[in-house]
């Protein structure tokens, strides 16, 4: 998998040595598809990009 994200070198978070190294299991042919990986608690802004994986209002507020 390659991300297509230009911001995708300043997210540390997804493969920095305190990440979570998804480049790892993007590589071992991990992707994603059918698996919730986050869930957003705290109220979204409506924004276009987040419309595809939005699953409220399936959960509840836990804050």
Same mark, same amino acid.
């Given at each position: 998998l390659t991300p297509n994200d230009p911001l995708y070198s300043?997210?540390?978070g997804l493969s920095g040595t305190y990440g979570i190294r998804a480049n790892t299991a993007w590589d071992n042919g991990y992707q994603g598809q059918g698996? !919730?990986?986050a869930v957003v608690d705290?109220? !979204?802004t409506d924004h276009p990009d987040l419309l595809a994986n939005r699953t409220s209002p399936l959960g509840y507020d836990f804050i």
């Open positions: 300043q997210q540390w698996k !919730i990986i705290t109220g !979204i």
